[in-house]
């Protein structure tokens, strides 16, 4: 390991923001390029919440989601591009599903998500567990 020892290797982990730095903020004008500060501070004040994947202190990855009772609904899913296909997506659903064990409904919104984010996002549904609703623009999941 060259000397270093093995907690000085970062690891990735996902965190619920409740106060973001303002590395974190930019970190998340390079995710959501289309949400202002004003957005996401207004964000955290209501019922949602977002959920971030972090490494190495920079965030490569965020959700939103908001939870009613039984039933919690994912949207603005994005990894940023020069991260996706290493599994970070993955452990950010994962984790988000973790962290809520009381939801066994989960809803994936494809609302705001453009046509080449689409075309990412539904072969990753699909492999995990996410079936396609009546509207075409929302995935379930029952756990």
């Known amino acids: 390991m060259n000397g270093e020892t093995?907690?000085?290797?970062?690891?990735?982990?996902?965190?619920?923001?409740?106060?973001?730095?303002?590395?974190?903020y930019l970190d998340l004008y390079k995710i959501?390029?289309?949400?202002?500060?004003?957005?996401?501070?207004d964000l955290l004040k209501s019922e949602q919440k977002i959920y971030?994947?972090?490494?190495?202190?920079?965030?490569l990855g965020a959700a939103k989601v908001q939870i009613n009772h039984q039933q919690g609904i994912i949207s603005h899913f994005l990894i940023r591009e020069i991260t996706r296909r290493r599994g970070v997506g993955l452990y950010l659903l994962d984790e988000i599903c973790r962290q809520q064990p009381q939801v066994t409904h989960w809803l994936f919104s494809l609302e705001d998500v453009t046509d080449t984010n689409k075309n990412i996002?539904?072969?990753?549904l699909l492999a995990c567990g996410f079936t396609e609703t009546a509207n075409e623009n929302q995935w379930e999941k029952r756990v």
Do not use: G
């Not at 093995?6 to 974190?24: F, G, H, S, Y």
């Not at 996002?121 to 990753?124: D, E, G, V």
């Open 52 to 59: 971030a994947a972090r490494f190495n202190d920079r965030l």
């Open 6 to 24: 093995a907690t000085n290797i970062m690891k990735l982990t996902i965190i619920p923001l409740v106060d973001p730095t303002e590395q974190q």
């Open 32 to 41: 959501w390029t289309d949400q202002t500060r004003n957005h996401v501070d």
């Open 121 to 124: 996002l539904i072969p990753f």
